[in-house]
Nanobody, 122 residues
Framework: QVQLVESGGGLVQAGGSLRLSCAASGSGFSRYVMGWFRQAPGKEREFVAGIRWSGSSGYYKDSVKGRFTIGRDNAKSTVNLQMNSLKPEDTAVYYC???????????????WGQGTQVTVSS
């Protein structure tokens, strides 16, 4: 079992940056695939970025490639999402999630945080 707490959301102007963090408690963090998802008002939750236990490479939604970077620190049980060149369409509640197994780009994650709001103004 793992508990996830996100932080770092806020209001930013278009073109700006934010760094989201997710702190995990519980055992076995390094074994989990970690992901970031988002849900905008009136829309379904969608995958944004994910990373396997090794942290060697990330997987991204096409619209955020080159702007967002996911990273993890297994020693600190944290996963981060650096978001640059933000656009108004990035506005959403962002969720951190964890899953067992090896697949990254799926909606089928086992544990979810409570979410943090990101608002990008034009």
């Amino acid at each position: 079992q793992v508990q996830l707490v996100e932080s770092g959301g806020g209001l930013v102007q278009a073109g700006g940056s934010l760094r989201l963090s997710c702190a995990a408690s519980g055992s076995g963090f390094s074994r989990y695939v970690m992901g970031w998802f988002r849900q905008a008002p009136g829309k379904e939750r969608e995958f944004v970025a994910g990373i396997r236990w090794s942290g060697s490479s990330g997987y991204y939604k096409d619209s955020v490639k080159g702007r967002f970077t996911i990273g993890r620190d297994n020693a600190k049980s944290t996963v981060n999402l650096q978001m640059n060149s933000l656009k108004p369409e990035d506005t959403a509640v962002y969720y951190c999630a964890a899953r067992t197994g090896n697949i990254v780009t799926t909606m089928d994650y086992d544990y979810w945080g409570q979410g943090t709001q990101v608002t990008v103004s034009s």
